[in-house]
Structures are given as structure tokens and as C-alpha cells.
DNA sequence: CATGAATGAGAGTTCATTCAT
DNA sequence: TATGAATGAACTCTCATTCAT
């Protein structure tokens, strides 16, 4: 990743990073929120710093006080937005029983977040190749999040034992639906899609009657 | 001054780009598998034309005399990948009639390429971000034909009727499976992994009594 | 990928290039200083940008925070220069009524100061290859600035009805004086020159009494 | 100019230029007339042997039978186009006595020449910068000529006593005007131009009745 | 003579990063 | 803290020229 060590810090003794008045805050967050728009739109590698700090209205220089390296926001970026899909999904969660039905629930949730911020999407995807530590953390922790669910529902009666193979299945559900329906394809009906999905879980792909 | 069109027409006094001896048949194939072990290993924007031409054993100038660019030349690769597991899966699609137990075959086939070629794996999830056209033509294309599957299944009375949603859905599971156990993890059961797949494909979450 | 828009409309992500320091005014004169002085001596395209920036002493990067290329410097000299050369000749006008020695100290100014600055003489002329309209915009301006004079002259009754046939004529032979005894020849006598043309402006090639 | 000596000859035994079969001789002139074409269209510098030899329909690598460098051909060319120049002027002159009409018969055959071969033109004004002897020798030649010219003219008293100076600014009047109304502009009145240069040579900028 | 694949020096351009102000 | 000029390694791409077939 680092192609230019030119000048790294070979001990670790790291630049100020943390902004300490409510100044520096708000530069942080400018450029925060720029990274999110131009990473979003044109990928990371097409992205420029110059271009982030424009768009933040700050002056070049002011990215290396609260970042180390582009590598370094990107990551800091890829963080905060697992968390934004994390707590977009978490209360339609904390609502309801270990049933089938809140899986379901999670997967709308998840297709709405993803139809409404598809830079979101496109950046924690990109990070399989720019930061690919962050991104495998990224999905082993949604993975592991949607086991434990699965063995509640295991443990309620209302599944067989499932584990971490059904984790990544529907994981990749999701997230395949999501780049279909949420993503690539503008105004997609995501309620009959989060249905038939719903239904794939349920029932498998047999004929109710048994196929 | 002076640009070169990406993806100019043929004609004109472009560079021939199609190899017209035995010789540089053999050349654009050395540059193709170099090009597909440094892509695969260090990702698109840290391979260089000078690292592949390198690995090929041919002089840099070389690679313009087949490639128009570093970018048609990832594309071209994606398009060769693409058929490569279309073609390591097709016969056993061949071999199987229009029941269930032939798209466990495939997930089966499937997860055994990408074990085995982990670096086209990378190099088709990569042209997402580098060359989304060719890679949306692989997903949809792929979606299709699980689709038209799907179709003579319950043609067959083998499935209930199905669609677009769950031929992506399937995708989806195959490739995350894939990701999880095939490239990310080395030795992996993939009989298992197959098994749970089938599995959840025919029955769904619900314990077998119904849940 | 992501190509430069040569005259960029100067609003969106583009880097700057004014400066707007004085330390960034002085590196940019010094690199137009450099680029006369190189492509004066070497023409186009034998100058290279490592070379302009070698000779400026600045670093081989400071040049594109100032220029967008090296047809962008190129152009922008030969506009300081078209500037130039009508600077020097201009006082001498001003100095002048509308009669026909007004030509011949223009032209007397022209000369000395294409023998004075060979490098601006050999830039404008090869603008006809490197930059057309630039070199265009040169010559039709200048012409259309000769014209006017000769009206002057033919309103005030010095001179018989004169378009731009005769300035062009007139400017042709002006370039064409200044190539050959101020920038080919070595310390050619110039007011010797100079009185030559002004006869044959005068008079034309006639014997006085009539040819 | 030579940028590239790898295996520039030292001593003086060149390889085979000149053709020695009927064949030969095709492909030669093949290769010659094409690059007056493209030196013409594109210039020098944007011009490429590929190109060329495409156009031209031969191999790429027939060209180094027939001429040594692109820097040779450009100048044979030069050269040929010299002597085409001169041969469209000559007849015209042959038939005229040594009048003043005789200069203007030259400069219409002159500007109808340049304006029905514009691309001679623009390859003879370029090789000020690519090949600036074969350009001082095709104008100090031309010149010559002028001038001789205008010495039979003063001896047959139809002129004063003339030389160089006025030689060379009648050719910078001739190339201007065929510049501006054979290349520049399309369909101009040439008779017109012609007449009007002539009035210039004949009786100078002066009011007839004297000014 | 003809062919066209191979070569590689060299050019223009980009942009993450540093640092003096 | 904020600023933006300066830096230079690294990259993609061009094309005149050579030479084996």
C-alpha cells in the first residue's frame, strides 16, 4: 500500500492526530465529510487529497494534521461508515424476537440504507483492495453478528443449527441484492425484493409442496 | 497533443494490435499470464506495465504492441476470466438434469476454481472499481444463466417459479462462500461448505418439522 | 483514465496556477524565463520539461503548479513575446505622424530588436506549428495594426488607398529582413538595411525617373 | 535533431539507399509521396514512420531500405519540394523579358502553386526547425535567383540597382501573401493579390502623384 | 527485397508528502 | 493551527530504429 516510506516514522512516536479545540474538530469533520463525496464518486485511487481538501474548503496542508497518510482516512472513513450500516440496522433489530421475520427486517433495513447512500457501499467495497485488514474485519464481525443471531433463533425453536456457512450466505445475499436492487438499478421496488428474499429463507427455492 | 482514443475504431493508422505470427502469438500470451499473476497479487493500481513486462521476459515496448493500454489490457484479462469459470463450470451443468442437485454442482465447481485461482477471483471483484462495465456485463451475464436454471427447474416441477431476486440471491451466497472459504481461508472443507449451501438452497433457515 | 482538460474552465477540483505568493510569482517567472531561453536554443521539441525546470532551479514538479503543460508555457510565451515585440516597436510610433517614415522606424525597431532577442524570433515563428491559432492571433493582429497605419497615411494624403494585401506584404517583408540580416547574419549593418526598405516602400523597384 | 546515435555510423560505408530494381524504385517513390502527405497533414513531429509506411502500404521496415532516418527523408523531401516550387516558376519566367512584369508572372505561378499545394508549403516552412541547412540553402538559393533577376532587370534599365536586401524582402513579401491568401484562406482572389503586390513593387506606398 | 516483432531510452505528467511561513 | 509552495519518485505511453525470418 505505502508506496512512498521516503520519510516514515520509524519509531512511534506519531504525529498530533487529535484535534484538541473545538477548531481542529471541525476541520476534522470537513475533511471527513469531503473524503466520503469524492471516495464515493470517483473511488480511492482517483481521488486526490488536493481534491478532499478543496472540496472541505481547508488548505492542503491541514489533512496531514489530523491524518497520517490517505491510506490512513480511508481506513478511518471505512470504519466509521461500518459502523453507520451497523447502527442503521441495529434498533429494527433490538425490536423484535428471534423469528425469521427479524431477519428479514435487518435485510430491508439494510437495502434502504444501501439505495440511500450508495457511496457508502461503493467505498466498503473498494476497501477489499485498499485496505483489505479493515474490510475483512469489516465482515467478519457482520458475519458473526448474523450467526449469533441465527443461534438464537436455533436456540428459540424457530431454526435448525445453523453456523457460520449461513452467516456468509446470506451475507452475500444481502450485499448481492443490494448492489443489484439498491445500487446499480435507481428505484427498484426494494419491499418486493426484501420479500422474495424473505421467502428464499424461509422455504429454499423447492415448491411449497415439495419439490 | 496528439491523444489516443480509447477505443478507437479499427481502422486508420492505429498500431495493429492483433498478432499476425506464430512469435507474436506467443508474446501477447506471456504478457496475458504475467499480467494475471501481478494483477492477482498486487491489485490493479500496484501492478506496473514494467513489472509485467518484466515477469513476461519481453522488452516494455512490447506490451504496446499488443495492449492499447494498461487499462484495455485488464479488461481483456477480466473478459478471459470471465469465460474461464464459465468454462470450468458449464460441463457439469451439462451433465446434471433440471433439478436441485445441479446447482450444488455448480457452487461445487465454482468453489473449487477459486480455490484454485484465487487471483482471478480478485481480478474479476476488482474491475468493479476499474472497469465497471465489464464487470457488470460478467455479474449480469453470470445472473442470467443461473436464472434460465432456475426457469427450466420449475419447468421441470423441481422449484417454484423464480426470478431475477433469487438468481442474485444464489450469486451472492456463491461468491461471499467463495470469498470466505476458497481465497480466504486455505484447506477449507469445501464438501462441507457445498453440503450447508445445498442445504439452505433447498430448505431454508426453518428447522425441517417447519419452524 | 481520468485525462487533464487542457483549458480547464478554471471553477471545479483543478490545482492552482496563478500564484499567489511572492515566492510563487518568483518561481513561475523563473520558469518562463528558463522556457525562453530553452526553446529559444533548442526549438520545441527538442526542450524538455526536466531541462526548463533544471535550468529555472526549481524542481521538475513546480513546473505544473504553475502550467498546465508544455503546450499551456508554450503558449503563454508567445504571448509575453507577441506583447514584447510590439512594446518595443510601439514607443517609436507614438513618436511618429502618418507619414511613411513612421514604417521605416518601426521597422528600424523591429530589426534591432529581432537582432536583440533571436530566441523571441525563432519562438513566434515556430508557434505556426506548435501553437496555430496562438501564432495566428500573432500575425492578424500585427497585420490589422499596419493596416490602421497605412490608413492613417492615406487619409493625411501620404499614401494612396492600402489594405491588408500591402500589410501583409509589408510584414512579410519586415520577417523576412529580420530572419536574414538580424537573426541568420552575425553584425549585418541594419540602418543600411533599413534604408534599403524604406526606398522600396517609397518608391517601389522603378528607376526614379520611371521604369 | 538526431536524438537517437545508438548505432549511428561512424565510419562512412552506408548501407544500400539507392534502389536497384524497378521494384525498388516503386516502393521509394510509395514511401516518399505518402510522407508528403502525412508531413504535409500533421507536421514533422506528429508524424510517425508507422504511419507513414502504412499509408504508403509497404512494411514498416522497407523504410530503412530507402532512407536512413526520418530526419533524412524529411529532408529529400524538402529538397524535391524545393525544386517542384522552382520548376512551377521557372517556365513562366523563361517566357518573359526582363521587365517588372516578369516578378509578378513569377509570384502568380508562385501563389497559385502554394495555394493548390498547401502542405509543400507548410513542409518547406517547417524545416527552419527540422532541418534549418536544407532551409537556409532552399532560401539563400531563392533569393539568389531574385536577385539575379532584379540585376538584368537595372541592366536593361528597368529598374535602379538592386541586391539582396531587396531580393530578400520581394521572397518575405512572396511567402507572406501566399501564406495569408493561398493557405490561410480558402478561395481568396489571387489575381487580385497578385495585382496589388505588383502596384507595391511598381510604385511603392506613394500616391501616384507623389506623396 | 520485404516483413513486422522486438527494443528501450526518454518524454510528459501526477500527486502524496514535507515544511517554512 | 492553517497555509500552499516545493519536491521528486514513479508511472504510463511513444516511436525511431534494428534484425531475424
Known amino acids: 500500500m505505502a508506496k512512498r516510506d521516503i520519510a516514515a516514522t520509524p519509531s512511534g512516536d506519531a504525529l498530533p492526530r487529535e484535534p484538541r479545540t473545538a477548531r481542529g474538530r471541525a476541520t476534522r469533520r470537513k475533511i471527513l465529510d469531503a473524503a466520503a463525496k469524492e471516495f464515493g464518486e470517483k473511488g480511492f485511487h482517483e481521488s486526490s487529497i488536493v481534491s478532499i481538501t ?18 490512513e482516512l480511508f481506513q478511518a ?36 440504507f444501501a439505495s440511500e447512500h450508495k457511496e457508502i457501499y461503493r467505498i466498503i467495497d473498494e476497501a477489499e483492495f485498499v485496505a483489505p485488514q479493515t474490510w475483512q474485519d469489516h465482515y467478519l464481525t457482520t458475519a458473526a453478528r448474523i450467526e449469533a443471531r441465527l443461534q438464537e433463533m436455533h436456540a428459540a425453536g424457530n431454526a435448525r443449527e445453523l453456523g457460520e456457512v449461513e452467516a456468509w450466505a446470506i451475507m452475500g445475499m444481502n450485499v448481492f441484492l443490494g448492489l443489484r436492487f439498491g445500487v446499480m438499478e435507481e428505484g427498484a421496488d426494494l419491499d418486493h425484493v426484501a420479500d422474495r428474499a424473505l421467502a428464499l429463507l424461509r422455504d429454499g427455492l423447492r415448491d411449497e409442496q415439495g419439490g
Chains 1, 2, 3, 4 share one sequence.
Open 54 to 71: 478543496g472540496r472541505a474548503g481547508v488548505a492542503l496542508g491541514s489533512f496531514y494534521t489530523y491524518f497520517g497518510s490517505k491510506d
Open 77 to 112: 472513513l471505512v470504519r466509521d461508515m461500518s459502523g453507520s450500516v451497523r447502527d442503521a440496522v441495529a434498533p429494527v433489530i433490538r425490536d423484535c424476537g428471534p423469528e425469521l421475520e427479524r431477519e428479514a427486517s435487518a435485510f430491508r433495513a439494510f437495502l434502504g
